[in-house]
């Protein structure tokens, strides 16, 4: 392998010390379109059409397209695309939220709409080559700028104004490319091993998930009378079960239209709104969540939150859960989720928590989805959701068993889970080095090259 030394001179610059034939300009010199964004209005969402994506789909560098909002018409699209149409080798930049400064490449010919939190950046390749810029702006030195110019308080965000005078270092095209062979071939492999311990995740997730459906079909009692329950989704239940739609035991609402709300309406106070992206380990993380007005707040009090609600998601990734614990003076409901409580007490927060995010539920949606990709978790099938219900003290005594057996699952997670963000850190930290000429790869020698 290629060992790889510093440059043999460097200068001083306005980013730091940078190799001395390189250069420093803002982005939009190397840009072939100004940036833009999508359209700030939230349009209907439906089970097919156009992809429409968001921020939450901008992953691990690359946009994940399993996380998209949903669908929107043709002829939605087609009044979008007047104003962004991406393309491939476009670069997204997430512009407001939680993962303010994430950013993804377009790397396939795919026909989809973007949503106002992202920004598109198009290179001009007689400048600068799509890869390069794409690595400058996912490095820590392009971050920094960044997260330094952002506007603070509960909700982050950068304009595109101010996105277009950042910086980056800008050697020649052939040097460009040099670097981005190396990023390419290394940061492959970086990837390659998160991949593998994403998988990891995933099995781990899915023993959990079944350790929760044992319990709470089977109860915690190993010699109790079973009986079939005559759902197809549920199985055998303890005889003494009964099985109840969620429409008799449960109120539930979302949000029905925004009455013309804009995302640049967000504001730094004010009650919280809360989406799906805001779910984190079975909470509401009230730190990531929008703020919006007094007015806004005060048009939808149907969706206005409780503690101990639970939330679940209805559109792009359904069916990830929440409960509303510690809530903040007031908060209400984005679209693309339910919020639901008891409205006879025949069951504890914790149980339905754990229902929810049982097999019981997924395959549920399975079954109402008929083989096709549901994007949409109408109203209507979920209030149609059967589910099993013991007593109030089996609920209770459930409950605290599943916490206690998910535990160690739990744990696992987080031991992988950082060492993917160890692996993340040493991808930025390759990056940074590379693009800022910390190390010279000139003469690295790419696999190919040394088979040839």
Known sequence: MTELKPYFKYKDSS???????WMVVSI????????TDGPHETPSLREEGIPFISAEAIKNGKIDFD??????SREIHNIYKKKCLPQKHDIFIVKSGATTGNVAMVEMEKEFNIWSPLALVRANSQKVLPKYLYFQISSLVFREQVETRWNYGTQQNIGMNILENLLITLPDLKEQKK???????NTYRIDSLITDKERLIKLLEEK???VITEIVTKGIDTDVKMKDSEIEWIGEIPAHWKTVKIKYTTYVKGRIGWQGLRSDEFTDVGPHLVTGTDFHKGLVDWSSCYRISEERYEEAPEIQLENNDVLITK???IGKIAIVKDKPEKAILNSG???TRPIRGEYITEFIYWVLNSNIFTNYMDIMSSGTTVRHLYQETFNNFIYP???LDEQMEMSKLITKATKHLDDLLSKVKEQISKLKEYRESLIYEAVTGKIDVRDYVTETEEVN
Do not use: C, H, W
């Open 208 to 210: 959990r998930q079944a």
């Open 389 to 391: 219900l013991p007593n």
């Open 179 to 185: 670097i981005s062979e190396y990023l390419n071939e």
């Open 67 to 72: 996380l998209m909002r949903g669908y929107i």
């Open 315 to 317: 559109d792009g990734t």
């Open 28 to 35: 939009k010199r190397v840009l072939a379109t100004k940036i």
């Open 337 to 339: 989720v339910f919020v």
């Open 15 to 21: 980013l730091g010390k940078i190799p001395e034939k």
